[in-house]
Each structure stands twice: as structure tokens, then as C-alpha cells.
């Protein structure tokens, strides 16, 4: 890539939050005048719902990203928590003592995934790779591999995941309030202005006295609750709890939060970029369905999409690295 296309390239990242809301309004337009459907109050409260949620998890990932790592666990966690919430329901334990014990068992796993990387050495992606496959084997064990029926779940529970506050789904109030958290930590927090120094260049900010370790351990614990709470709310809005839930969610939620800025090298990104990131992927999927494109090339153009957001993010660091 030639030194004017790179600096092109640049300048189009310094304005991504701006350039991923003129693409949203594009494609909104598109699919306005493709398709009847699109503007339907159905529609845009299915889109609404499913980027919510999903959302919750892009969140941590982005935090994760930031200081360096990687989780892709994440879409395993999500089912872990419904079913150790689904399976302590059906004990007799009342839902929301559950869904606490299933949040606090995934902020372990992260936990424990954040001291396996700072105390033995390991890499984020080989221990997430191999949490993954744990922690689903665990929902497998715990249902024995059959989905759970929770329909009765009390009206009071199942308000989390199906209810409306003044006309507004209740996913998305829980949604736009760990958003305003999150952002407002990242922004203002000196433990969380730390994670953005550990992962810019983790050997200097262990010399100016940032406890690195420490913050890998925080995100990765974050990342991993925030998986569970999104978990729980998956639980409340379906009333069920699948094993097989969550396949393949790593990949969108690591997308949509490149897409919105972060790096995967690590010091770079911020929550409102990972939303729009996942507000993108959410109406690019829904457009795909309503034009009935075939769920396979589906798959291909979401590839592309994580293809060329990686894509971007490589040429930007090497852009920096040259100075």
C-alpha cells in the first residue's frame, strides 16, 4: 500500500465513529427503498433486541481488546451462564439467586483465564480456545446435551429479557446503562486509563508502575461477566436454556468491536465505536434475511466484512509503527 493510500486510510479511521453512522444511514436507505419491511416496527425492534444483547458481550470484548487480549470463549460463557441459571432454577433455587451464581461462576472463568495468562505465561487466544471448549463441555454435562424448558419462570424474571419500561424493551435500558458505565470508566477511570496504556505498550507502562498483570485479569474477569449477564438476559427473554446456544458469537462480537475501532494489537478503542460496530453487523444481517440471501453466502459477506475491518487495523498499526 502506497504512503498516500495509507494516509487515506488513516484519516478514515480518526473519523470511524462518524464514517460507521454515514454507513448505517446508507444502508439504511438502501434497504428502505429494497425492501417493504425494513422500516416496520417488527423489524427494527428484532434488530434493536438482537444488538442489544449481543452488545453486552461486545462491550467486554472491546475492554478485552484494549489491554491486549482476545477471548473467544465468549459465545460459550453466554451458554454456560443460561444453563447453570436454567439448571439451579429447576433445583428450586429462585431465578435470580441463579442467575447471580451463574454470573459469578463466568466472572471466575475470566478470572481464571486472566491468571493463567499473567501467572503461567500463556497466550489470551490459546487459553480462550481452550476455555471455549470447556465451558461448553460443561453446558453439555449439566443438560446432557438436551435444552432446557424454563417457561415457568416468574413474570417478575421473565420482565429482564421480554418486558418494556415506558415502551421501551428493558434488554436495551440494560444495554444503553452498562454503556454509559463502561464509557464513563474508560473515559474518566485511572484504572481503566490504564488498560488503554497497558495495551498501547505493556514493557512501559510496567516501568512507569502500572500494575500490567492486574489489569489483564480485571478485563479479562469483565469480559467474561458481561458474558454471563448477557447470558442471564438470553435466559429471561427465551425462557430456555440450550446447550448448543452461542456457536460461532465470538466471531461477530470480535468483529463488530474491530469494526468500531478497537485493535487487535491492543490500546486502541472505545465502547460507542464497538456499538456502532455491532449495530452495523445487526442491520447488515437483518438486510441479508430480508433479501433473501442464502444463509451460506450470508456467512461469506459477514467473513469479508471481519476480513477487511482486520484488514484496516493492520495497516493502521503498521502506519504507526513507522511513525
Known sequence: MSTSET????????????????IIAVLFVVMSLASPYF???TNMRAIL???SIEGIVVIGMTILLIVGGIDLSV??????????GGTLFLAGLDPWTASLIAVAVCGFIGFLMGLCVTRIGLHFFIVSLAFMV??????????QGTPQSLFSLPPAFK?????????VPFVIVIFLVLIALFDILLRRSILFRRVYYTGSNEKAARFSGIDTKRAKVLCATICSLLAGVAGVVYMARFGAATPQFGIGMELSVIAAAVIGGA????????????VLGAALLSLVT??????????????????TILLVAVTIDHFLNASKTRG
Open 75 to 84: 459465545g460459550s460463557v453466554v451458554c454456560l451462564a443460561m444453563v447453570i
Open 263 to 274: 485493535s487487535l494489537n491492543g490500546g486502541s478503542g472505545t465502547i460507542a465505536g464497538a
Open 134 to 143: 470447556i465451558t461448553r463441555g460443561l453446558s453439555l454435562l449439566l443438560t
Open 39 to 41: 422500516l416496520t416496527w
Open 286 to 303: 437483518s438486510s441479508l434475511i430480508l433479501l433473501n440471501v442464502p444463509v451460506y453466502w450470508q456467512d461469506i459477506i459477514r467473513g
Open 7 to 22: 494516509s487515506t486510510l488513516v484519516r478514515i479511521v480518526r473519523v470511524r465513529e462518524f464514517g460507521l453512522l454515514a
Open 49 to 51: 433486541l438482537s444488538f
Open 159 to 167: 420482565f429482564v429479557g421480554q418486558g418494556n419500561l415506558s415502551g
